[in-house]
T-cell receptor
Framework: GIQVEQSPPDLILQEGANSTLRCNFSDSVNNLQWFHQNPWGQLINLFYIPSGTKQNGRLSATTVATERYSLLYISSSQTTDSGVYFCAVDYTGNQFYFGTGTSLTVIP | NAGVTQTPKFQVLKTGQSMTLQCAQDMNHEYMSWYRQDPGMGLRLIHYSVGAGITDQGEVPNGYNVSRSTTEDFPLRLLSAAPSQTSVYFC????????????FGNGTRLTVT
């Protein structure tokens, strides 16, 4: 299967700070998603971004498929951004492979 | 529009017992799948289906059975539960068409003693 590495594994930020999370993957992909798992365990879809750049409020993401990585940017972080951020990739559309996540803690 | 609904939310089983985790979606998605989430290991695919009557194995299928008799439902069966199956289970669905994201249910926390 496709290997997915996320960095950093843990991140602690002061409220208002910016951060960049990275996802590297080992093979060509046709699908890439970023998820936020909140403290209640729910998986929230942030971006579906197999290539290019998207923005949604304070969050944006960029995927460079030819170089096999994706970045998630969080600006002006808030305590509600705390949780675990997962990247998931797939080539066929049927078997998504997840990274082990970046655990983010935002301190007031 | 409820999205992806999983039941139960919590379950405790004894080793050797059987049970079925339920998953239903009301978005008319062709693709449905089951993942398990263990600490430090992210989510791993157990089984998936691309339509009624079609199922296939994922990364960690052993100990689990699935069937897909309708578009809406995709139950996951544990025939003889083992402590190694203690985990949080997530169901997800998506349209088969390109550019369609995965939508997850809220999960079922299973403990096998």
């Amino acid at each position: 299967g496709i290997q997915v590495e996320q960095s950093p594994p843990d991140l602690i930020l002061q409220e208002g700070a910016n951060s960049t999370l990275r996802c590297n993957f080992s093979d060509s992909v046709n699908n890439l998603q970023w998820f936020h798992q909140n403290p209640w365990g729910q998986l929230i879809n942030l971006f579906y971004i197999p290539s290019g750049t998207k923005q949604n409020g304070r969050l944006s993401a960029t995927t460079v498929a030819t170089e096999r990585y994706s970045l998630l940017y969080i600006s002006s972080s808030q305590t509600t951004d705390s949780g675990v951020y997962f990247c998931a990739v797939d080539y066929t559309g049927n078997q998504f492979y997840f990274g082990t996540g970046t655990s983010l803690t935002v301190i007031p | 529009n409820a999205g992806v609904t999983q039941t139960p939310k919590f379950q405790v089983l004894k080793t050797g017992q059987s049970m079925t985790l339920q998953c239903a979606q009301d978005m008319n998605h062709e693709y449905m799948s089951w993942y398990r989430q263990d600490p430090g290991m992210g989510l791993r695919l157990i089984h998936y289906s691309v339509g009624a009557g079609i199922t296939d194995q994922g990364e960690v299928p052993n100990g689990y059975n699935v069937s897909r008799s309708t578009t809406e439902d995709f139950p996951l069966r544990l025939l003889s539960a083992a402590p190694s199956q203690t985990s949080v289970y997530f169901c997800a669905s998506r349209r088969v068409a390109h550019n369609s994201p995965l939508h997850f249910g809220n999960g079922t926390r299973l403990t096998v003693t």
